[in-house]
């Protein structure tokens, strides 16, 4: 015969022998924490947790855009003209019988963006490449346009921080290397490696590596934990959570929430924080005017010379625009906690001087 099969607990003698484990768990070290003594219980039951899952790819923007690189001027002369550009666009879609419609035009940082009301075809791209390409205004010769994509990031470990002359490797080196290694073939690089040595004494480095890549990551699990030929050592791909930074906002200039977010009623100067873009200063900022009842008089700045003045930055006070990489806030955009301890100082800041005012007043 064989044994008897152990009978089934039910859920309230589970949980009180659960329990009792954890008592005695917690008897025999005092010192532990709580959530460390349930993670041994759960261990001793064979439930250990899995490690937690990376998110190496982020979200790119709606693909009912086009992105379409060019430079400022080019820029500035497109938008000028948007509402002219869409009606045309859209005469020549309606022309080949294209389902899409162009909605709006924006400018970014590198060219403009293009909204459609649905996701536009490979045709589409092309009749958007031979318009742009057709005016002959443009200075721009690359226009491409291209759907939003995302993004995803990578680190690559076991690779020398010096070549062979003792000098440290640079990214045009580590982009050389990676174009000549067939694992990197089908991969289009956002931004160009960052070459970090891995501590302050070591001879090795950690190349960070950020891919365009679709939303669930197709790109980079073709190359996570790969490894390839870097000279002479053995080089390996690994996955990094994704670290989007503090976003600063594009309208008001300030730290800790994206454009869309803003609160602003309307857009602020870069230079001088006031009510109108950088490239209307010299027209519409008090500095730039002349006013006589000044002591000295001020003059007022002659059209086509840059503003004379300089101004302290919106967020350090430094002299510098609000955007500029000189700024701390810039150092420390992907230092969250940084931000959080210049946020808190900020508003003791303006507390203490609603205080004082009202103080003021009341003597």
């Not at 970014?108 to 293009?114: A, E, N, R």
């Not at 500095?287 to 930055?313: D, H, I, M, Q, V």
Request: hydrophobic share 35%; proline share 5%.
């Amino acid at each position: 015969m064989g044994k008897a099969k152990p009978a089934n607990k039910s859920f309230v003698q589970a949980a009180r022998c659960n329990a009792k484990n954890i008592l005695k768990l917690r008897e025999a070290f005092l010192k532990l924490p709580t959530k460390k003594i349930i993670e041994m219980n759960n261990v001793g039951l064979g439930k250990s947790s899995s490690k937690p899952k990376l998110q190496i790819t982020t979200k790119g923007p709606s693909r009912k855009n086009v992105l379409l690189p060019m430079n400022a001027s080019d820029r500035k002369s497109i938008l000028n003209a948007a509402n002219t550009h869409i009606g045309q666009i859209n005469g020549l879609l309606k022309s080949y019988k294209s389902h899409i419609n162009i909605d709006c035009i924006r400018e970014t940082d590198t060219g403009i963006m293009v909204t459609t009301n649905s996701v536009a075809s490979t045709s589409d791209l092309s009749l958007l490449e031979k318009y742009f390409k057709g005016l002959g205004d443009l200075e721009s010769k690359d226009i491409s346009p291209r759907l939003p994509q995302s993004k995803s990031f990578l680190k690559i470990l076991g690779v020398p921080y010096f070549d062979n002359d003792l000098t440290p490797i640079n990214s045009a080196q580590v982009e050389a290397i990676l174009s000549n290694t067939h694992i990197f073939n089908n991969i289009i690089m956002s931004l160009h490696p960052r070459v970090i040595r891995a501590s302050k004494n070591s001879d090795m480095a950690v190349i960070w590596v950020d891919i365009w890549d679709s939303q669930n990551g197709t790109k980079a699990k073709t190359v996570l934990n790969r490894s390839f030929n870097f000279g002479h050592h053995i080089a390996t791909i690994r996955g990094i959570s994704m670290n989007l930074g503090v976003p600063q906002c594009h309208n008001c200039w300030k730290w800790g929430y994206t454009t869309f977010a803003c609160r602003a009623h309307g857009s602020k100067c870069q230079k001088c924080g006031g009510p109108h873009k950088l490239e209307h200063h010299r027209e519409l900022a008090w500095c730039c005017k002349g006013n006589s009842k000044t002591n000295p008089p001020r003059l007022e700045t002659k059209k086509g010379e840059p503003c004379p003045y300089s101004f302290k930055c919106i967020n350090c006070k430094e002299d510098h625009l609000a955007d500029d990489y000189k700024c701390p806030f810039w150092k420390h955009c992907f230092n969250r906690e940084w931000h959080s301890k210049k946020a808190i100082e900020l508003r003791e800041i303006q507390a203490n001087s609603i205080c004082s005012s009202v103080s003021g007043h009341k003597l």
